[in-house]
Nanobody, 128 residues
Framework: QVQLVESGGGLVQVGGSLRLSCAAS????????MGWFRQAPGNEREFVAG????????SYGDSVKGRFTISRENAKNTLYLEMNSLKPEDTAVYYC?????????????????????WGQGTQVTVSS
């Protein structure tokens, strides 16, 4: 059974930092492209960052470039999102996503339809 479990969310002040983790199981993590998305109330789910299965290729949404860093540790089946210089507009539920079927090769995936597995989400709130 494919499982993605996010952790590390919480309440942080403007300019602060958080590190999200996503523990994966039930599929071959090292063969799967991974990503982070977020969704604020009333908004569509938004691409935050994606990483290729080997970790060499990464992509970021325009609103987080230069502030967020995606990484993965294949030996631990874990995906990370380091978030710095947080802003109130970063407030959202953050979701981990996987191409658990490993159907997309070495590409970085940036749309929701390219992922087939999702975590339950973790809330990030940035207070001003």
């Amino acid at each position: 059974q494919v499982q993605l479990v996010e952790s590390g969310g919480g309440l942080v002040q403007v300019g602060g930092s958080l590190r999200l983790s996503c523990a994966a199981s039930g599929f071959t993590f090292s063969s799967s492209a991974m990503g982070w998305f977020r969704q604020a109330p009333g908004n569509e789910r938004e691409f935050v960052a994606g990483i290729s299965r080997g970790g060499r290729s990464k992509s970021y949404g325009d609103s987080v470039k230069g502030r967020f860093t995606i990484s993965r540790e294949n030996a631990k089946n874990t995906l990370y999102l380091e978030m710095n210089s947080l802003k109130p507009e970063d407030t959202a539920v953050y979701y981990c996503a996987a191409d658990s079927g490993a159907t997309t090769g070495w590409r970085v995936l940036i749309t929701t339809r390219e992922y087939d597995a999702w975590g339950q989400g973790t809330q990030v709130t940035v207070s001003s």
